[in-house]
T-cell receptor, first 115, second 112 residues
Framework: DSGVTQTPKHLITATGQRVTLRCSPRSGDLSVYWYQQSLDQGLQFLIQYYNGEERAKGNILERFSAQQFPDLHSELNLSSLELGDSALYFC??????????????FGPGTRLTVL | LAKTTQPISMDSYEGQEVNITCSHNNIATNDYITWYQQFPSQGPRFIIQGYKTKVTNEVASLFIPADRKSSTLSLPRVSLSDTAVYYCLVGSPRGSARQLTFGSGTQLTVLP
């Protein structure tokens, strides 16, 4: 158990819909990262928040947005969903803000299926 | 931005030592090398991190030659449960997460 929690575990929805994925980081961690992992694209970094502020952006679509709240939990919002958005979405957390160096602790993931 | 190259897949047998090499020719002075392990449908898990020479912990060793252009993750006496994807990452303490590239990793399959 990494200490990072994600809800829901599974999500099934239809094209065009909007969903929200939730992540609670490990106690004491200030950074939250979001990743997308689909079968044909590997693990793709989407976005990082550090202590409530956006720190780095990766390959995140404009239809996707995220935020980190004062209690440090984070939400990833996916809108106008397409079939290709079906994937595993992971959240990770770390103590520091250096994304390429700090050890990241990953949550169990949310499996999103868009029908 | 240091790009990494790893073998796509490797097979081994239980009880053998496995060495997975990662190439990072343009590694920067302040960059560290980090390895993660991922089981199917689970998030990656940190294995080991190093800067130079050799680092060892309870699960693996990391060998880094003097020029630091490559690194080798060594797993002693693997078991079936070591079957997973292994990722090599390179980055510095001040590096941005924009540089986060897990890539395709190396699929290690341990055979009985």
């Amino acid at each position: 158990d990494s200490g990072v929690t994600q809800t829901p575990k599974h999500l099934i929805t239809a094209t065009g819909q909007r969903v929200t994925l939730r992540c609670s980081p490990r106690s004491g961690d200030l950074s939250v990262y979001w990743y997308q992992q689909s079968l044909d694209q590997g693990l793709q970094f989407l976005i990082q928040y550090y202590n409530g502020e956006e720190r780095a952006k990766g390959n995140i679509l404009e239809r996707f947005s995220a935020q980190q709240f004062p209690d440090l939990h984070s939400e990833l919002n996916l809108s106008s969903l397409e079939l290709g958005d079906s994937a595993l979405y992971f959240c990770a957390s770390s103590v520091g803000g250096g994304g390429t160096y700090n050890e990241q602790f990953f949550g169990p993931g949310t499996r999103l299926t868009v029908l | 931005l240091a790009k990494t190259t790893q073998p796509i897949s490797m097979d081994s047998y239980e009880g053998q030592e496995v060495n997975i090499t990662c190439s990072h020719n343009n590694i920067a002075t302040n960059d560290y090398i980090t390895w993660y392990q991922q089981f199917p449908s689970q998030g990656p898990r940190f294995i080991i991190q190093g800067y130079k020479t050799k680092v060892t912990n309870e699960v693996a060793s990391l060998f880094i030659p003097a020029d630091r252009k490559s690194s080798t993750l060594s797993l002693p006496r693997v078991s079936l449960s070591d079957t997973a994807v292994y990722y090599c990452l390179v980055g510095s303490p001040r590096g941005s997460a924009r540089q986060l590239t897990f890539g395709s990793g190396t699929q290690l399959t341990v055979l009985p």
